[in-house]
């Protein structure tokens, strides 16, 4: 089965594997694991930021940074399609308790001009904004790696408001190696940021949030009233490790991966790329004039021994390109997508 529904889809290599069975563990709790120190500090030395704190999932480190640079019924400026606004359970809403201000941005990059109605201070009726989030890769938008200036322009937009920056930096290490901007660069225009571990960079799960030390301080406490301190967590954190030291530069062979699966989808008949050129890991496509087979072109390819996902109410399709998908994986996609839609009605 060629596996391209998310780049969550990875297996951790036996090389991984067998580093994290070695990690030497301790007491995550009372910070005395090792390995998540280790991970922690690389991860802030990687962001340029004062401390990191070791976090279970992505959506903990969003739901965490939105509870502290916001008050109870804040604002919160971001993309329509981002993440928290539409993956995540309402998490942000229930546990940070705040409201948002989606801007629909081509390809899920916003500008400072979009964003500066959106900015108001509290008043009886009207809530205060008090944070502006930005997704780095966007992932509706297609992999769409963030220009630095843009991020300046929002970075010097909110200073003149008071406000702070977030960076949902999932795919960050696929933005760097796309672009050659680092992420200690892209991290300097943000208050807070992290990085997903379980996507590109291959591990079985966690993520790295990034911040000041008081801010980290403070998202510890956090980590702990919602559940997701832990013990001997060094074994999953020198996951971590081993990819920051092993998988980054190899993102640039699923980068070119993901564009031999755009060429190849743009030669078949009925197929319309969305949200391009590729720039990173993500194929976004739609079939044309194909309406009733849409519904059911997933579970087709699926038989076929192809996974890819389709948006939820939408016609939208995406594929995305990992450690476990190799070149002729993509050929194979290529050929079987193209034999399912020439064949839609025998």
């Not at 406000?163 to 760097?176: F, Q, S, T, Y």
């Not at 996951?239 to 920051?244: C, K, M, Q, S």
């Not at 996974?307 to 016609?315: E, F, K, L, N, P």
Request: charge should be negative; glycine fraction near 8%.
């Amino acid at each position: 089965m060629i596996d391209m529904f998310s780049d969550t889809a990875t297996q951790p290599t036996p090389a991984m594997r067998e580093f994290m069975m070695r990690a030497p563990v301790g007491d995550e709790q009372l910070r005395e694991d090792p390995s998540v120190n280790q991970l922690q500090e690389m991860a802030a030395a990687l962001t340029g930021k004062e401390a990191a704190l070791f976090l279970p999932s992505g959506t903990l480190c969003n739901i965490i940074s939105f509870y502290l640079h916001c008050e109870r019924g804040d604002a919160v400026i971001l993309d329509a399609h981002a993440h928290p606004a539409v993956s995540e359970g309402g998490g942000v809403a229930v546990f940070a308790n705040v409201m948002l201000k989606t801007i629909d941005a081509p390809r899920g990059r916003f500008t400072a001009a979009m964003a500066r109605p959106l900015i108001a201070e509290r008043t009886t009726h009207i809530s205060r904004t008090s944070l502006i989030s930005v997704e780095n890769t966007t992932n509706p938008g297609g992999g769409a790696v963030w220009n630095l200036d843009d991020l300046r322009d929002l970075q010097a937009l909110a200073g003149e408001h008071g406000i702070h920056m977030h960076m949902d930096g999932a795919r960050l290490m696929n933005a760097v190696v796309a672009s050659g901007v680092s992420a200690k660069d892209f991290a300097s225009t943000v208050d807070s940021v992290w990085i997903d571990l379980s996507k590109g960079l291959g591990c079985p799960v966690g993520a790295v949030l990034c911040g000041t030390s008081a801010f980290i301080e403070e998202a510890r406490i956090l980590k702990h009233r919602f559940g997701g301190a832990m013990r001997q967590a060094g074994i999953i954190a020198a996951a971590g490790i081993y990819a920051f030291d092993h998988h980054v530069e190899r993102l640039a062979d699923d980068h070119a991966n993901a564009k031999l699966l755009e060429a190849g989808l743009g030669s078949i008949d009925g197929v319309e790329l969305v949200n391009g050129p590729v720039e990173t890991n993500i194929v976004l496509f739609r079939l044309v004039g194909m309406d009733d087979f849409t519904v059911s072109l997933g579970a087709r390819l699926r038989e076929r021994g192809l996974i890819v996902s389709q948006y939820a109410g939408s016609t939208l399709f995406r594929m995305v390109t990992h450690l476990d998908v190799s070149r002729q994986d993509c050929e194979t996609a290529i050929d079987i997508i193209r034999d399912v839609i020439t064949n839609r009605d025998a």
